[in-house]
């Protein structure tokens, strides 16, 4: 059986670590420097980290390779790193520059063979397909690109299974109205897309109690628990909150 991965997710802007709610919509807060925030969580057992420069994501930049080169060097955990990427040569950068996988978003839907061309050229394992998700007035979930900003009008569930199907080796599932709301996970949209797949699905979007790491778990059906906010501003850190998992019987990696 695998084990259930939990992964802090670091967003970068202006250089720097910020923490949205709801993608902005609620504002943000500066939580620091990257670098620091990761040898932290290097130290308390984190699985994995996900990095997002969400600036590379609005603005059309370059990924920050020479923070991710910098984090790398201090980490010894596998890092998913994303944010702008919309070609093959910058996989290939970001890779070379220390992350494990890569998190693609916006570009997969804007041309969806790019997940098939990605996973081909360096295997789908290390192929993330990020999705930004809405809950609509009718009760359906929509995904939105370019950090929340920009409606899709595509359902969901169906993306999850078209990027699964074209090579996506793992789905990033983040429910934009629970962002940094710190009141759990959306547990029936997780469940929906991890059901639907047959790759492995991370939950991210609303982590606010230990609790809420293993519902995402045992109600949402996720392979891997992600957060934030809770590691910022409670008084839960990554130890504790693998600890809490592992009492609550869940097969977790050792700490």
Same mark, same amino acid.
């Given at each position: 059986m695998l084990k259930v991965r939990v992964i802090p997710v670091l967003l970068l802007k202006n250089n720097r670590m910020v923490k949205p709610v709801r993608f902005g919509a609620g504002g943000e807060r500066d939580v620091g420097w990257p670098t620091t925030t990761a040898r932290i969580y290097n130290s308390q057992d984190a699985d994995e980290l996900i990095f997002l420069d969400i600036d590379a994501t609005t603005q059309s930049k370059e990924f920050l390779t020479e923070t991710l080169s910098d984090i790398a060097r201090d980490c010894f955990i596998p890092i998913t790193a994303g944010g702008g990427i919309r070609s093959i040569q910058t996989i290939q950068s970001i890779l070379s520059s220390g992350a494990d996988k890569v998190s693609i978003n916006s570009y997969a839907l804007e041309r969806?063979?790019?997940?098939?061309?990605?996973?081909?050229?360096?295997?789908?394992?290390?192929?993330?397909?990020?999705?930004?998700?809405?809950?609509?007035?009718?009760?359906?979930?929509?995904v939105f690109?370019?950090?929340?900003?920009?409606?899709?009008?595509?359902?969901?569930?169906?993306?999850?299974?078209?990027?699964?199907?074209?090579?996506?080796?793992?789905?990033?599932?983040?429910?934009?109205?629970?962002?940094?709301?710190? &009141?759990?996970?959306?547990?029936?949209?997780?469940?929906?897309?991890?059901?639907?797949?047959?790759?492995?699905?991370?939950? &991210?979007?609303?982590?606010?109690?230990?609790?809420?790491?293993?519902?995402?778990?045992?109600?949402?059906?996720?392979?891997?628990?992600?957060?934030?906010?809770?590691?910022?501003?409670?008084?839960? &850190?990554?130890?504790?909150?693998?600890?809490?998992?592992?009492?609550?019987?869940?097969?977790?990696?050792?700490?």
């Open positions: 969806p063979a790019f997940i098939t061309e990605a996973a081909d050229t360096f295997g789908r394992q290390c192929i993330v397909v990020s999705i930004d998700i809405r809950k609509t007035k009718s009760g359906g979930y929509e690109a370019e950090r929340g900003t920009k409606a899709t009008g595509r359902d969901a569930i169906d993306w999850a299974r078209e990027a699964a199907s074209l090579g996506a080796g793992e789905l990033l599932i983040t429910s934009i109205d629970n962002e940094g709301m710190q &009141n759990g996970y959306d547990l029936e949209l997780t469940r929906l897309a991890a059901d639907a797949v047959n790759v492995p699905v991370i939950a &991210n979007g609303g982590a606010g109690t230990r609790q809420h790491f293993v519902d995402g778990v045992l109600l949402g059906h996720a392979s891997a628990v992600a957060g934030s906010s809770i590691f910022h501003f409670t008084d839960s &850190n990554l130890t504790q909150v693998k600890s809490f998992m592992y009492n609550a019987g869940l097969s977790i990696r050792p700490i």
